[in-house]
């Protein structure tokens, strides 16, 4: 893939809510905190179907940023599912792929990067997310999301960033991680 996906409202369309405010296309959480996975289409009862291993889903709004990312991870042997500029597509484009890893932006048309952490992370806790952000750590502790690569960042580190979150993510040491990775705190 090499353009941006446009947004799409078909399946986030299905997991609005009229009770949830506007500009959050997620479920609403439930006792005991969360959102229920079951709410989402094409997860009946899962909360972690298999995930398509060695995949990963682009959400960043920046196009120039996101091709960049994109031609780094494909040089470097992953496989690029999908890139989306805002957070709707890119929530759309996970729930139709289950990419192993997610890499995302925070600020993004149409929602934001956090929320999008939290629905994958809910949705399929096998997933790897890594935000590529300027955004202060203290800002991500939390949401689902196991690293955090600041902004700039040198794109062929893109990869090794990947693996080495992916190894947080797992309780396992990460050797080669670059130096501008910052691990993040688990949810609660």
Not at 5 to 21: F, H, K, N, S, V
């Amino acid at each position: 893939m090499s353009l941006l996906a446009e947004p799409t409202e078909a399946p986030l369309g299905q997991i609005e809510r009229e009770d949830t405010p506007v500009g959050r296309p997620f479920p609403a959480p439930v006792a005991g905190g969360g959102a229920r996975a079951t709410d989402a289409p094409g997860c009946p009862g899962s909360a972690d179907p298999a995930v398509e291993a060695g995949a990963v889903l682009i959400v960043e709004d920046d196009a120039i940023v996101a091709f960049q990312i994109e031609t780094s991870l494909e040089d470097e042997g992953f496989t690029v599912c999908g890139v989306a500029a805002t957070a709707k597509a890119g929530l759309s484009m996970f729930e139709e792929r289950r990419p192993e890893f997610a890499v995302l932006d925070v600020r993004l048309a149409e929602g934001d990067g956090r929320d999008v952490a939290r629905w994958i992370a809910q949705l399929s806790p096998r997933t790897t997310i890594l935000m590529c952000t300027s955004e202060d750590e203290d800002n991500l502790q939390g949401i689902g999301a196991h690293a955090l690569l600041r902004k700039p960042f040198d794109f062929e580190s893109v990869g090794a960033a990947l693996m080495a979150t992916r190894d947080w993510s797992r309780g396992e040491c990460a050797v080669n991680a670059p130096p501008h990775l910052v691990r993040l705190r688990p949810r609660p």
